[in-house]
């Protein structure tokens, strides 16, 4: 069995509506085949600069504008329509980057491995776009920290460091190895790529087809 273990590496960025879709359809894959599959979770920043929503909508407001369209489309997509762009809308702080939430993801991955990335990465999601905080406000991804178990004080430490980053800088280009151009996307054994919100019963047939 284990000479048939597929390695799926999943690229997400927290910002990403459309992988806090697919997060739970993964979640239920890899428990329906806890023998033959493992996921590794891996960063993509969609916007890695704190200008980033600006240099790619031409402006902080229009980005909002344009990514609470996707929120709205996401949710669609989304099983249980856990996202809330109206809500969104109503905040007056600036439209978050990426990269303070994936160092979050990563130092805790440094404390709790893999199995923690994917705690701390889904609990940042839902307060991105179900509660609609500020995940940039260090204090709401230290309050993620906490609720995931995570041992904050070190998790603090980690958040700072020079691994952390460099762990993000590995994903990236890992990403560019791949072709991995945009989230969410799956890769299986290295070389099998699945991109988008796909359905449950997609993901399934996709891993078996896989040798």
């Known amino acids: 069995m284990e000479q048939n273990k597929i390695i799926i590496e999943f690229f997400h960025d927290v910002l990403c509506a459309w992988c806090y879709a697919l997060s739970p359809r993964v979640e239920k894959l890899a428990e329906k085949y806890p023998d033959r599959i493992e996921v590794i979770h891996r960063s993509f920043a969609l916007a890695p600069e704190p200008d980033g929503i600006a240099r790619i909508f031409g402006s902080k407001e229009e980005g909002k ?21 109206e809500l969104m809308a109503t905040r007056t702080f600036d439209y978050p980057y990426s990269t ?11 404390q709790g491995g893999n199995e923690m990335h994917q705690k701390i990465f889904n609990r940042i999601q839902k307060a991105h776009l179900t509660e609609c905080l500020n995940i940039n406000d260090f204090e709401v991804l230290k309050m993620c920290a906490r609720e995931v178990g995570l041992d904050v004080e070190q998790w603090e430490k980690d958040f700072h460091s020079e691994k952390a980053k460099q762990m993000l800088d590995e994903d990236s280009y890992l990403a ?12 299986a ?3 099998y790529k699945l991109t988008g919100a796909q359905p449950y019963e997609t993901l399934e047939k996709w891993i078996n087809q896989i040798k």
């Not at 504008?65 to 762009?85: E, F, S, T, V």
């Not at 303070?100 to 440094?110: N, Q, T, V």
Request: net charge positive.
């Open 65 to 85: 504008i344009q990514i609470l369209g996707h929120w709205r489309a996401a949710n669609m997509n989304d099983d249980a329509y856990r996202m809330n762009p």
């Open 100 to 110: 303070p939430g994936l160092l979050a993801c990563k130092a805790a991955e440094l």
């Open 176 to 187: 560019y190895q791949y072709g991995v151009n945009s989230v969410p996307t799956l890769i």
């Open 189 to 191: 054994n290295g070389k």
